[in-house]
């Protein structure tokens, strides 16, 4: 989902720029997500993108422990890389 929706960012194009970037969030007991944030940002608009692309997402399945549904904190890095 996340390759086919983000966009590489003009910006960060012009400047060359390529990396990773960390984005964090957590996976609630219905399978929405919360407390989206940027852990690692390469500039040029990279994290504001993955941000957003996180943002439209579609619902995930939520944890299990013991057979309950339960909160899950997750990290999700995205590669920039410039063809």
Do not use: H
Request: glycine share 10%; proline share 4%.
């Amino acid at each position: 989902f996340i390759y086919s929706n983000i966009t590489y960012p003009a910006e960060a194009k012009d400047a060359g720029i390529e990396g990773m970037c960390v984005i964090s969030f957590i996976v609630e007991k219905d399978g929405n997500l919360s407390n989206i944030e940027v852990l690692r940002d390469i500039g040029g608009g990279c994290g504001a993108e993955c941000e957003r692309v996180v943002n439209s997402m579609p619902q995930w399945k939520a944890g299990k422990q013991s057979g309950k549904d339960v909160r899950v904190s997750y990290k999700l890095p995205v590669r920039f890389k410039l063809q």
